[in-house]
Nanobody, 127 residues
Framework: QVQLVESGGGLVQAGGSLRLSCVVT????????MGWFRQAPGKEREFVAG????????RYADSVKGRFTISRDNAKNTVYLQMNSLKPEDTAVYYC????????????????????WGQGTQVTVSS
């Protein structure tokens, strides 16, 4: 029903920046909240950032607050994650995901609430 494709990952030195993009192949993209999650080897997938359908509310994990910014362009069916001041502990596979119910006023932080996922993009931060 929906496909999500992430891009923008790569290798960066600590303190550097990356901008991740996720294109959603769904005409009704604009009615769904979106989230970014990440998963490092041996760890559970964790919430990073989320944004509501109308961009009226954003949420961030404490570990990235002040460094990462989530945004969306509904005209392009795209959600972004601008990552600044990257740290080695940010190294992970980053996934974008679509929140299950439409018109959320607050995006969920639970992976189980997201039923459509991208393939992931690797972010590696060297020290």
């Amino acid at each position: 029903q929906v496909q999500l494709v992430e891009s923008g990952g790569g290798l960066v030195q600590a303190g550097g920046s990356l901008r991740l993009s996720c294109v959603v192949t769904r005409s009704t993209f604009s009615i769904y909240a979106m989230g970014w999650f990440r998963q490092a080897p041996g760890k559970e997938r964790e919430f990073v950032a989320g944004i509501t359908w109308n961009a009226g509310s954003t949420r961030y994990a404490d570990s990235v607050k002040g460094r990462f910014t989530i945004s969306r362009d509904n005209a392009k069916n795209t959600v972004y994650l601008q990552m600044n001041s990257l740290k080695p502990e940010d190294t992970a596979v980053y996934y974008c995901a679509l929140d299950r119910p439409p018109f959320r006023v607050e995006v969920s932080t639970r992976a189980a609430d997201f039923d459509s996922w991208g393939q992931g993009t690797q972010v590696t931060v060297s020290s």
